[in-house]
């Protein structure tokens, strides 16, 4: 009888320790991240190619709760909400990843896409916005040259004449400059006729 009482004991003892053991199991794999950090930006990015913006931004979400002075994640989020159309969204993702990374030439190039194709902002606050992106870049020389773009575009010939020959000292070899500044010469020069 005591033979028998002892294998069940061990028994019970066995059947314990595999539940212990499945249970710490399974609760380790609730608590730790699903993805790294890595993982979530690449999640957000095989999203938002398959179109899934929605899918993509919570990703991305995710990526900058786990690495939250990173700016790539609030980049991305601006970018989707761009697409979107959410152009509100857009611009507060953006300053908030200027904010983490502010000389960032890439991230002032997408807010330049929502002030200037989604939000429609005036001469005044663009002008703005070039002075804090040049500021912030050190005159990163792409950033001036979409400021020389930007004035072009909005038809600001006079304005963005001097940009592209500063531009073209800084590089003088530089054939598109030469061509854009003379093609800017005779509109303005037509545009004075």
């Known amino acids: 009888m005591e033979k028998n009482k002892q294998k069940y004991i061990s028994f019970i003892i066995v059947v314990l320790v595999i539940i212990l ?64 159309g959410e152009y509100g969204k857009a611009e507060t993702a953006f300053l908030k990843a200027l904010e983490l990374g502010k000389n960032n030439v890439s991230v002032y190039t997408k807010l330049y896409e929502v002030y200037f194709k989604g939000l429609k902002r ?16 050190n005159n990163d020389i792409n950033i001036v040259r979409l400021y020389a773009s930007y004035l072009e575009e909005i038809n600001e010939l006079k304005l963005a004449l001097p940009i592209w020959e500063g531009l073209l000292k800084v590089e003088p070899d530089n054939a598109a400059y030469k061509a854009k500044i003379e093609a800017l010469k005779k509109k303005i020069n037509q545009i004075s006729n």
């Not at 993982?39 to 979400?61: C, H, P, R, V």
């Not at 070039?130 to 500021?135: K, P, Q, V």
């Open 122 to 137: 005036n001469l005044g606050e663009m002008n703005a916005f070039f002075i804090d992106a040049m500021t912030n870049t």
């Open 21 to 84: 053991g499945a249970f710490l199991l399974f609760k380790s794999k609730a608590t730790s991240p699903a993805l790294t950090y890595d993982e979530y930006l690449q999640e957000g990015i095989n999203f938002e190619t398959k179109g899934d913006l929605k899918s993509a931004i919570a990703s991305y979400e995710k990526a900058s709760e786990v690495a939250p002075t990173d700016y790539v994640p609030y980049s991305n989020i601006g970018s989707a909400y761009y697409a979107e």
